[in-house]
């Protein structure tokens, strides 16, 4: 964090819906057993790490487990600790068993990716302007991009394989409502530059006169959702020359092209 940020995690409240489907397999043979007890054990393990075990479904040829994050819990950090703390509890009984390197992890939200894009994409008309000029001109500040098969496209790092994507809403500070075209489309076209410079995928994007939509592939898989946020508010701030401009707190949620219905199936 530079000396001219606005934003920081010690003084920025999120709201949040983070959660995350995690899969293992054994370097060879068949998942070794453990019982609700030993789950409890690890459950209470990784809520110091700030994840939380939802659900699990355990087979003899993988794992898959379902959990919620924090925000300060980026990608490679989650599948460390679920698997770190697997590794550490079969060796600390004896049990000779180790995991496969092909883990995986895949944001998942109770709404697809299209979903989010399809709300997005339908913020002008939501809306509902009594300025039917002003709501016409606003709808070029809004863009969904129907990339096809991309969004299944993976992370792929030595850790794993990751399927990281979210919806990030910012609020204008005091909920002040922007009316002059320049400086929002000055926003529209900074999200999007960041968004590039970052290695972000950006799925779609709406610029509101008193808040913003974005939803974005996370480029780096130890960039937590708290990162990208702040760094979201902190550099079009900085851009734009608009100190202050946003509320000093955030949504994030994470999305996938699969939903909770799916998981759970």
């Known amino acids: 964090m530079s000396n001219t940020d606005c934003y920081s ?19 060879q ?4 057993t453990m019982s609700n007890a030993d789950w409890q054990v690890l459950s209470q393990a990784w809520e110091k790490d700030g994840i939380r075990l939802l659900e699990r479904k355990c ?16 990608p490679s950090f989650i599948v460390a600790r679920i698997k770190g ?21 895949r944001a998942i939200g109770d709404n697809t990716i299209a979903d989010v894009q399809a709300y997005i994409g339908n913020q002008v008309e ?8 002003f709501a016409e001109a606003l709808k070029q500040f809004t863009s969904v991009w129907t990339d096809g098969n991309e969004w299944n496209l993976p992370i792929e790092v030595a850790s794993g394989r990751y399927w990281y994507h979210l919806h990030l809403v910012l609020v204008v500070d005091r909920r002040h ?22 290695s972000d995928r950006l799925a779609s994007i709406s610029v509101m006169p008193d808040h913003l939509h974005l939803s974005l592939g996370g480029g780096n898989v130890e960039d937590s ?13 900085r851009r734009l020359k608009a100190v202050g401009l946003w509320r000093p707190s955030y949504y994030t949620g ?8 799916s998981v759970r199936s």
């Open 9 to 27: 995690p010690e003084i920025t409240t999120p709201a949040y819906a983070l959660r995350w489907s995690w899969t293992g397999w054994p370097s």
């Open 59 to 74: 087979e003899q040829h993988q794992w898959q487990v379902t959990v919620s994050a924090k925000p300060h819990a980026f």
């Open 225 to 237: 959702p708290e990162a990208i946020a702040i760094f979201y508010m902190n550099e079009t701030c």
């Open 177 to 198: 409502r922007i009316r002059d075209l320049q400086f929002l489309a000055a926003l529209f076209e900074a999200c999007q530059t960041i968004a590039l410079d970052r």
């Open 254 to 261: 994470t999305t996938g092209i699969y939903n909770m219905n």
């Open 85 to 105: 703390r697997i590794d550490h509890f079969f060796r600390s009984l004896g049990v000779p068993f180790k995991f496969s390197r092909k883990v995986s992890l």
């Open 126 to 133: 939501a809306a509902g302007f009594v300025d039917v000029r």
């Open 29 to 32: 043979g068949l998942m070794p």
